[in-house]
């Protein structure tokens, strides 16, 4: 539900804040004050392309803001969540035109695209009387708004989960013919394989490969490197024999410093240190043997993998994986003809439960839909014309296509708006006033079933008067007992009938002139209804008639 609108800067107005609550709320006030400035502000707001026209006069920009409360708007805060725009129970929409042309958005002071503001603002309201802001032309719109007035949303998932599963096999099955001949696929994995299997890839082995290669490449320097450091350390000048004597020298003069103990004990543990390396040079070198066949074979060896590695395009470490990979996909096409043959099967079964639920959807929605085009039919009549018609016709699709996850049908509402014409799409019906009326008379025949919070009509009592009019309002008030209605009228017929009520005026200060938009009690609304029952001059008998007028809609 819209709570807040606020306009800064925004064509005539330069500063409007309005809270609002549940119910029908009229906005009445003189023409060209601005009635209509606060849909515009939610078209805007709804991702309307940007219009620098809109932006006041001596103004850089606009800046319009609008508050939703989301308790009654259960996939406006799911779309939040998953877009990862949520923030509590609440919603902020702001939207800023710039004088230049540009424009900016934020949903909960995030920035946003124009096209994820459209989509949260789908949920939130909408806006009847304006051929582009109409969600009831969109025909997924019509379909979603007759099986909720069907109640049928059982058979809807049942038929979007057969259809689902039918799509998911049959990409399965696309899948296993796109690869072509499976036994020529076996073949040439079983090649791969083959050559693979014939390698050592293991990590360890790597390692162990690389580590030979290396030993084997520098096997003469190691070796001279291993024998000057076995002469070091094992000959008549080495640092052992250095080292004894060293001590010897020191344990002499021990008795006149004590503490050259302690630099004698780090001596003997250097010394063993050093006949430990010794011996471990020595290890070395015995292990170390000038070898040109098996460095020739290692090699042979790395230059075999490092092939492998640029015909499967992965590092010489990743080829044990690519060979579990292969190995997968070997073991897959095993069975892939047994499987073709089961998708078949699948696929027929799934295609066959889809139109068993299908054809009890396509019943119920017969059923409904004459429901729906008889009693909308019969409030159109009721709106001010005579005649008009409304069909919701079901086109059935084509029995050899794919199941649809929507059903066997498509939906499309129709209308006739005098008698002896043609029903016609309501998307192709041209005057904006009885496109407003009969969008009025399919929400009040729905109860307001497309679960959109608010609905906003724009003028909707154009061109009727009387008793029209007030059969107008009286519907708008039945449509605000389950929505939260927002409309702008001219009618005091339709203004009485409002849980709330707004009056716009203009003035001219400094010598601008500005909008100005004030919520009325109950004895500045009897004077704005005798003013809109009697013009410029209102006196006694058009503020009887206004009182009457609420009076009624009591």
Known sequence: MLTRLVLRDFAIAAAIELEFGPGLTVISGETGAGKSLLVDALGFLGGQRADSGMVRHGAERA????????????????????????????????????????????INGRPATLAQVAELAALLFEIHGQHEQQALLSRPAQRELLDAYAGHDALVAI?????????????????????????????????????????????ESLAELDRGHRRQSHAAALIAACEEAGERLGGESSLPLQLQRLRQSLQREVAHEPRLEEVDAMLDSAAIQLDEAAALVERIRSDLDLDPEALAAMERRLSRLQDLARKHRVPLDKLAAQRETLAAEHESLADVGQRLAELVQELDGERGSWREAADALGASRHKAAKSLSDETSRLIGELGMAGGRFEVA????????????????????????????????????ASGGELSRISLAIEVAALGLDAVPTMVFDEVDSGIGGAVAQIVGRQLRALGGKRQVLCVTHLPQVAAQGHAHWRVSKAASAGVTQSEVRALDAKQRIAELARMLGGVEVGDEARAAARKLLADAL
Do not use: I, Y
Not at 398 to 427: C, I, K, M, T
């Open 63 to 106: 800046e319009l803001t609008a508050q939703f409360a989301l308790t009654d708007a259960a996939p406006a805060m799911d779309w939040l969540r998953v877009q990862e725009f949520d923030d509590g129970d609440e919603c902020q929409l702001r939207r800023t035109l710039r004088a230049d042309g540009g424009s900016r958005a934020w």
């Open 394 to 429: 079901l086109e059935t699709n084509d029995g050899d296509a794919d199941p649809d996850p929507n059903g066997g049908e498509r939906v499309e509402f129709l209308v006739s708006a005098n008698a002896g014409q043609p029903p016609r799409p309501l998307r192709k019906v």
């Open 159 to 203: 038929v979007r989960t057969h259809a689902t599963r039918w799509r998911e096999l049959a990409r399965e099955r696309e899948a296993l013919l796109a690869r072509g001949d499976a036994s020529e696929r076996r073949d040439w994995l079983r090649h791969q394989l083959d050559e693979l299997d014939a390698e050592a890839l293991d990590a």
